[in-house]
T-cell receptor, first 112, second 113 residues
Framework: QKEVEQNSGPLSVPEGAIASLNCTYS??????FFWYRQYSGKSPELIMSIYSNGDKEDGRFTAQLNKASQYVSLLIRDSQPSDSATYLC????????????FGSGTRLSIRP | ETGVTQTPRHLVMGMTNKKSLKCEQH?????MYWYKQSAKKPLELMFVYNFKEQTENNSVPSRFSPECPNSSHLFLHLHTLQPEDSALYLC????????????FGEGSRLTVL
């Protein structure tokens, strides 16, 4: 079982709609969760972090965490073509604080 | 300069060459990381340094040799690599070890012939 799993996509969403990206993780004691965005040919950049159950909103982005289900998601409201990128889920395990494990990413395409 | 800078951005080397990748962070962070990114695979953690001391070696082959002379600089020395080592090598830093809030450099694209 992969430590952090994501659907590779591509996920195609019409402009203005809500894009929903999902991630599951295997380490039950994971404490910190992150979403990174990576444009083609560029390096990842952090867009959201979440540490406790529930929702965290930042502009058009909402991260949702459910530790009981070992599930974290990212919602992008009013999707724009500039949101087209690969979104990486990352998890920081309690068992090794220095290990930040990434999923393989979901490629998101916003169609005009 | 600001952020995390990596040099060279592109590198082509033969299997018998010795080369080095350099990373420098201007953020005052205490932890630095090397990740490998191959096509269609997750980012693979290679090495972690905290206050220039290595805290993690993720079973990386010895043909990759890291060096961290201080908290701002990180090197990856390469020797007798294999074609399957061709990948994007990303350096990252964080304020403290394991915060998860990583700042990445633009990467060094390595091709091994």
């Amino acid at each position: 079982q992969k430590e952090v799993e994501q659907n590779s996509g591509p996920l195609s969403v019409p402009e203005g709609a809500i894009a929903s990206l999902n991630c599951t993780y295997s380490d039950r004691v994971s404490q910190s969760f992150f979403w990174y965005r990576q444009y083609s040919g560029k390096s990842p950049e952090l867009i959201m972090s979440i540490y406790s159950n529930g929702d965290k909103e930042d502009g058009r982005f909402t991260a949702q965490l459910n530790k009981a289900s070992q599930y974290v998601s990212l919602l992008i409201r009013d999707s724009q073509p500039s949101d087209s990128a690969t979104y990486l889920c990352a998890v920081n395990g309690y068992s090794s604080a220095s290990k930040i494990i990434f999923g393989s990413g979901t490629r998101l395409s916003i169609r005009p | 300069e600001t952020g995390v800078t990596q040099t060279p951005r592109h590198l082509v080397m033969g299997m018998t060459n010795k080369k080095s990748l350099k990373c420098e962070q201007h953020l005052g962070h205490n932890a630095m990381y090397w990740y490998k990114q191959s096509a269609k695979k997750p980012l693979e953690l290679m090495f972690v340094y905290n206050f220039k001391e290595q805290t993690e070696n993720n079973s990386v082959p010895s043909r990759f040799s890291p060096e961290c002379p201080n908290s701002s600089h990180l090197f990856l020395h390469l020797h007798t690599l294999q074609p399957e080592d061709s990948a994007l090598y990303l350096c990252a830093s964080s304020q403290d070890l394991g915060t998860g809030e990583l700042f990445f450099g633009e990467g060094s694209r390595l091709t091994v012939l």
